[in-house]
């Protein structure tokens, strides 16, 4: 049986309103752990839009998607909240009671919490990978040794000495391609065209080991999958001039993209209204004692999905988690300009 962890505060969702909330709920002395299905904190600003400016963050006239996530991650540092990325909760069961709520939650991979507080901050939901239009493609998900379909790589050690086909053109199909060659038995990168999304210095990368003779560069499209069982053998491909083509692999890894779904969230007893997770106003907190929703995940009149927004609710739901988790102390407003107690968590005083 795993360990379980311990925390105030679970926070689902690493995006900005996620960061934001171990700020607010860290200058109220409650520390925070946070959960993320992506390898990376930053939600959508860092994984749809890293390099786009930002132009309505108070007191930023222009900011980018990647520097507000950094500047963030800089901002909460003093409260030290622990990440568990690459994962996904997957349930939420109530252990305690309305007035002293306690929740059990568990990841996919495996790693459980006990909870006084959970703050879902999920944003448009799960970023879930696009799955590649080829008939029967399920049959050859859901292993775990490394052959067949996967649609992310948790451990590169799963891959060693595969026959592995990676296709798509952007960041994360040439990426995986320059980290998995090394180990692998062969790789093939396949795209529709010989023109990538993915940045120039890994393009050029992969080019110069396809010169050498280190892997392969196909161009077409898979149409089919070929095996004995649930055992993939073999890709069936099209060229650009209709002509069918065979690519010999144990592992197919497609990198279509993202897309936004809610995902477990709409199995866990919350009130739901048009896949959006109504609060009040007052604490943002959801049907359920205990549990609130900060950010674009939640709902209410009038709600804006800006990332300015998702600060503010982040600051009032702090204070009610504030009741829950010290119920005997009183909770004075300070500000961090004058408060030198504020200052001390800060580090800066
Ligand atoms: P998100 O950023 O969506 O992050 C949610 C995180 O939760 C994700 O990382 C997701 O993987 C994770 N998650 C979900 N479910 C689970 C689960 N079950 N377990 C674990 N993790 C989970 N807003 C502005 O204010 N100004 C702008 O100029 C602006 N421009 C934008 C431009 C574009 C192109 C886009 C797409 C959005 C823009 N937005 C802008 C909107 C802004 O990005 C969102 O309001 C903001 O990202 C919401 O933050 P969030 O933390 O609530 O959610």
């Not at 909460?76 to 909760?89: A, W, Y």
């Not at 790693?111 to 008939?135: N, Q, Y």
């Not at 993202?258 to 866990?268: Q, R, V």
Request: aromatic share 8%; proline share 6%; with cysteine.
């Amino acid at each position: 049986a795993s360990e379980i962890i311990e925390t105030d505060a679970l926070i689902i969702g690493a995006g900005p309103c996620g960061l934001f909330t171990v700020f607010e709920l860290g200058l109220l002395d409650i520390k925070a752990h946070l959960v993320d299905i992506l390898p990376k904190v930053g939600g959508q600003c860092a994984e749809l839009y890293p390099e786009k400016p930002i132009y309505d963050i108070p007191g930023f006239p222009l900011v980018t998607g990647q520097q507000l996530v950094d500047n963030l991650m800089e901002q909460i540092r003093p409260f030290g909240p622990t990440f568990h990325l690459n994962q996904m909760i997957e349930a939420v069961e109530v252990l305690g009671t309305p007035e002293a709520p306690r929740f059990r939650l568990r990841t996919d991979a495996g790693t459980v919490f006990d909870a006084r507080t959970v703050l879902i901050a999920a944003g448009g939901g799960s970023f879930l990978p696009k799955k590649p239009p080829i008939p029967g493609i399920e049959a050859y998900e859901n292993r775990s040794d490394g052959s067949g379909v996967y649609y992310a790589v948790r451990k590169m050690e799963m891959f060693r000495d595969r026959e592995i086909l990676i296709v798509g053109g952007g960041d994360s199909a040439l990426d995986w391609t320059l980290n998995l060659q090394p180990l692998a038995k062969r790789v093939t990168l396949m795209h529709r065209r010989d023109d990538f999304r993915a940045a120039p210095h890994s393009v050029e990368q992969m080019r110069s080991l396809v010169a050498s003779g280190a892997m392969d560069l196909k161009i077409g499209q898979i149409t089919g999958l070929r095996g004995e069982g649930a055992n993939l053998e073999a890709a069936i491909c099209r060229d650009n001039a209709n002509a069918s083509f065979e690519v010999s692999c144990d592992t197919l890894l497609p990198f279509f993209g993202l897309t936004m779904k809610l995902g477990p969230i709409a199995d866990w007893g919350l009130n739901l209204h048009e896949n959006l997770i109504p609060v009040d106003t007052e604490k943002f907190e959801t049907n359920v004692p205990g549990i609130f929703a900060v950010g674009d995940i939640n709902s209410y009149p009038g709600k804006l999905k800006l990332i300015l927004s998702g600060f503010h609710e982040a600051a009032l739901a702090a204070q009610k988690v504030h009741r829950y988790v010290y119920p005997e102390k009183r909770l004075t407003f300070q500000y961090t300009t004058s408060s030198s107690s504020l200052q001390k968590k800060l580090g800066v005083a």
